[in-house]
């Protein structure tokens, strides 16, 4: 047995590792609200914009809450959230 002691907070760094990545993708598209909703951005205003009619568009420029089911699987990819 080693008779020195254990260095300092060397218990401490045990039990922070190893660190949780987020999912970059999910972390770009999807966000946490004040409550624990998932919001993110409805698709499909990128490109080809000029076929659309002007209330659909409107209509997508809002964002919307995932279920219940979806967003806990999105609040896993995204721990630090």
């Known amino acids: 047995m080693d008779p020195r002691p254990a260095p300092a907070g060397d218990d401490e760094e045990k039990a ?6 987020s999912h970059r993708g999910v972390a770009k598209r999807f966000w946490v609200s004040a409550n624990g909703k998932v919001k993110h951005k409805k698709p ?13 568009g ?24």
């Open 44 to 56: 499909g205003l990128r490109h080809l914009l000029t076929g659309m009619d002007s209330g659909r």
């Open 16 to 21: 922070n590792m190893p660190k949780i990545k």
């Open 58 to 81: 409107r209509h997508m420029r809002k964002a919307v809450y995932l279920n219940k089911v979806d967003g806990d699987v999105i609040k896993k990819l995204i721990p630090y959230r």
